[in-house]
């Protein structure tokens, strides 16, 4: 059974941090990235990060480079987004989501292709 879920994050105000976990279950199914994306009211899911759990590689959107960092916790099957330096429009829901297929990292698809994703978790920031 695959589960993917959030935790962290919550409130904070502008020019501070938070810090949100993904907490993923795939009973010995292997995936092969994990990606955060973001979704603010009336606006389309954005990608905001992702790491290939294969090599570490990472990715970032342009928007939160220089301040939001994942980190790959491969033991305790844990992907962490540190956010800093947050400001108003950093504010949505927050999703996790899981690659699922071996195949793309052998063609150089994007960490960012996600197969499962998790319910999400809120994230405001007031200025």
């Known amino acids: 059974q695959l589960e993917v879920v959030e935790s962290g994050g919550g409130s904070a105000q502008a020019g501070g941090s938070l810090r949100l976990s993904c907490k993923v279950s795939?009973?010995?199914?292997?995936?092969?990235?994990v990606a955060w994306f973001r979704q603010a009211p009336g606006t389309d899911r954005e990608a905001v990060s992702c790491?290939?759990?294969?090599?570490?590689?990472?990715h970032y959107s342009d928007s939160v480079k220089g301040r939001f960092t994942i980190s790959n916790n491969n033991g305790r099957n844990t992907v962490d987004l540190q956010m800093n330096n947050l400001s108003p429009d950093d504010a949505g829901i927050y999703y996790c989501?899981?690659?699922?297929?071996?195949?793309?990292?052998?063609?150089?698809?994007?960490?960012?292709?996600?197969?499962?994703w998790g319910k999400g978790k809120l994230v405001t920031v007031s200025s």
């Open positions: 790491v290939r759990t294969s090599d570490g590689d990472t």
């Open positions: 989501g899981i690659d699922l297929q071996p195949y793309r990292v052998e063609r150089g698809v994007s960490c960012f292709a996600v197969d499962f």
């Open positions: 795939t009973q010995a199914m292997d995936y092969f990235a």
